[in-house]
């Protein structure tokens, strides 16, 4: 591939992704949720591109849109790329959609390939299955991961009974796509006959435009623990009420606050949020008799991350106690960490490295359609840089010359793969 060609593919990559943010439920902005009209058109889209480079296509039951590039003689195992094309509201162009855009010009690359090789006789070509995913983003049915939850065979059919906004169930709306939401079992994949998954991604956050870099390798999804804390003091006459003998449950909150960011600045690559606050009474004349908030705690080390979780609770029981105030907490969430396949990833950092780029590595603090497949097959994740470490906004963006380089790495990565299997 020239580098004319990989600039040319490059800019193709970005104008489709800039069409299929056309196929949107609202005119000026992008929204796109699962199984609503603009999906249809998106995938008669997208099996057109498919067909046109000899994929069979199908949609399985949750609305996972499949092309399958079989090459005579390659092997019954193939290598899965994809993500997703469902969005948040008022979305950016590229989340999820770019990286089913960029397998499909992955498979462009290696049809074009074939040619030369065939020729050669050097080896048989990989099977790949490029995956545009249903539903990732929870926001219909407030239930993310749908469609790769489908494939990892976890999918729960209580599911099917969610309403959405309109009071749609979710059986309604596989029925009404077309799809026999009975038959969604069907959906799972089987182990044997699948390589791994691959899926590239949008960084959705600042680390490699901070660090000048334009890819990373993902080490694997960052667990998560959510907790809700309960401070609770005394309300009292904000006049009447000296400094102290106040029991402030705000105050002692506050200070517990400020605590959580920096014992958490302490730590390489921890993130603790208190993003939720609700204040009791809530009133400009009243000392705050009770707070609750939320806590969030991520990091790619499950251990780790329960450490600091007991510290961060020590924390607030301290900050409590200097006031003589309560504080109760529950724990809402403990979700572990899901590492990425160490073979794969570490091809493709090689993949990186023979690219002639720095093979950074990364957690990635998002969840991801790779994040079900790891439960079922071995994955591995690419990000490209997030210009400002902007997403889930209409001002998200991507490089060309990112895109390019995504182009030139994956398709170093399925070489180095086609290579290990043959
Ligand atoms: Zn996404």
């Known amino acids: 591939m020239t580098e004319h060609d990989l600039t040319a593919r490059a800019r193709r990559v970005l104008a489709e992704c800039r069409l299929l943010a056309g196929m949107t439920e609202e005119p000026g902005g992008i929204t796109r949720r699962f199984l609503t009209l603009p999906v249809r058109d998106v995938h008669a889209h997208l099996s057109a591109r498919m067909k046109s480079l000899g994929m069979a296509v ?156 334009q890819l990373a390798v993902v080490e694997g999804i960052v667990g998560q623990s959510r907790l809700a804390f309960r401070f609770t003091g005394q309300a009292n006459h904000a006049g009447t009420t000296p400094m102290h003998l106040r029991h402030d449950a705000l105050a002692a909150a506050a200070e517990w606050i400020v605590a959580v960011e920096s014992i958490a600045g302490t730590e390489d690559g921890l993130a603790a949020t208190v993003g939720k606050l609700d204040v009791q009474p809530n009133a400009a004349n009243v000392v705050p008799g009770a707070v609750e908030l939320s806590l969030d705690v991520r990091h790619m080390s499950n251990l780790t991350r329960t450490h600091w979780v007991r510290s961060l609770i020590n924390a607030a029981q301290s900050a409590a106690h200097k006031r003589g105030v309560e504080v109760t907490w529950s724990e809402n969430l403990d979700q572990p960490a899901v590492e990425m396949d160490k073979r794969l990833t570490a091809e493709l950092a090689e993949a990186l490295q023979a690219c002639g780029l720095p093979a950074k590595r990364m957690p990635s603090g998002a969840g991801h359609d790779a994040m079900m497949m790891a439960a079922r097959v071995p994955a591995a994740m690419l990000f490209l840089r997030s210009p400002g470490g902007i997403s889930h906004h209409p001002d998200e963006s991507v490089r060309e010359e990112d895109v390019e380089a995504a182009l030139r790495v994956g398709a170093k990565f399925l070489e180095r793969l086609a290579a290990f299997v043959g």
Do not use: C
């Open 58 to 213: 199908r949609v399985d039951a949750i609305g996972n849109l499949r092309g399958l590039w079989h090459p005579p003689n390659a092997g019954m195992r193939r290598l899965q790329i994809g993500s997703h094309i469902d969005t948040v509201p008022n979305a950016g162009a590229f989340d999820g959609v770019l990286g089913v855009v960029l397998a499909l010009e992955l498979v462009e690359t290696a049809l074009e390939k074939i040619a030369l090789v065939q020729n050669a006789r050097e080896r048989e070509p990989m099977a790949l299955e490029v995956i545009a995913f249903s539903e990732e983003e929870g926001v219909r049915y407030g239930a993310p991961f749908l469609g790769s939850r489908a494939f990892a065979g976890s999918f729960d059919p209580r599911l099917l009974a969610l309403e959405d906004a309109d009071g749609v169930r979710m059986d309604a709306a596989v029925r009404a796509f077309g799809l026999d939401p009975e038959a969604i079992d069907e959906a799972a994949l089987d182990p044997k006959e699948v390589l791994g998954f691959f899926e590239i991604h949008i960084e959705q956050g600042p680390v490699l435009e901070a660090e000048d870099l």
